[in-house]
């Protein structure tokens, strides 16, 4: 009996291990989001990424963004698509249209725009890359626009109606996004 017990608990450490070991970090400041995943996972609200169906005629590698389901996807081809959870632009901050990925970055900075900047004057004029900076772990640039597909530093106000029309992800879906997307790419807006 206590051979089963202690077997059964060695499987439980191994399998405890290998849920949460990482591979290296991409970029240092990665080192700030590891292990998050996993309980949030297990503890934070049901927002993961899947494989979904996903009939479409766009072709593999395009992302398409619906606001109303706060969902984006990314499309596989062969009839599926992976679903990530986004925030989306507030009322009357939301739009629609077609762009393209012109650049991707590892933790950016963030300059506020102007029309940000009068809305909200206590918002720091600059702020370098990092854990504490609203764009988070990555950002996804669409053409010569305002708007970014990035990460976020508030994963709980991830499925919400809140940012100034850029689509939010977690640290951890926008990575693996980042991943996953190439410069060109075309980005729907729905």
């Known amino acids: 009996m206590s051979?089963?017990?202690?077997?059964?608990?060695?499987?439980?450490?191994?399998?405890?291990?290998?849920?949460?070991?990482?591979?290296?970090?991409?970029?240092?400041y990665d080192q700030y989001i590891r292990g998050r995943s996993f309980f949030g996972a297990m503890f934070g609200p049901s927002i993961a990424r899947m494989v979904v169906s996903y009939s479409t005629n766009q072709?593999?590698?395009?992302?398409?963004?619906?606001?109303?389901?706060?969902?984006?996807?990314l499309v596989l081809g062969n009839g599926q698509a992976l679903s990530?959870?986004?925030a989306v632009g507030a009322a009357g901050y939301a739009w629609?249209?077609?762009?393209?990925?012109?650049d991707k970055r590892e933790w950016p900075d963030w300059t506020p725009p102007g029309e940000m900047l009068q809305r909200r004057p206590d918002l720091p004029r600059h702020m370098a890359g990092?854990?504490?900076?609203?764009?988070?772990?990555?950002?996804i640039y669409l053409g010569s626009s305002l708007y970014r597909i990035h990460g976020?530093?508030?994963?709980?106000?991830?499925?919400?109606?809140?940012?100034?029309?850029?689509?939010?992800?977690t640290n951890q879906?926008?990575?693996?996004?980042?991943?996953r997307v190439q410069i060109g790419a075309t980005v729907i807006v729905q």
């Open 130 to 139: 990092g854990p504490d900076n609203p764009m988070g772990a990555r950002a």
């Open 173 to 179: 879906d926008v990575i693996d996004l980042y991943n």
């Open 3 to 28: 051979l089963r017990f202690l077997a059964g608990g060695a499987c439980a450490v191994a399998l405890l291990a290998s849920v949460c070991v990482t591979p290296a970090a991409a970029h240092p």
């Open 59 to 73: 072709k593999a590698g395009t992302i398409v963004i619906s606001t109303a389901q706060r969902r984006l996807y």
């Open 152 to 169: 976020s530093n508030e994963p709980d106000k991830i499925g919400q109606a809140v940012s100034s029309g850029c689509i939010r992800l």
């Open 84 to 86: 990530y959870a986004i």
């Open 96 to 102: 629609s249209g077609v762009n393209q990925v012109t």
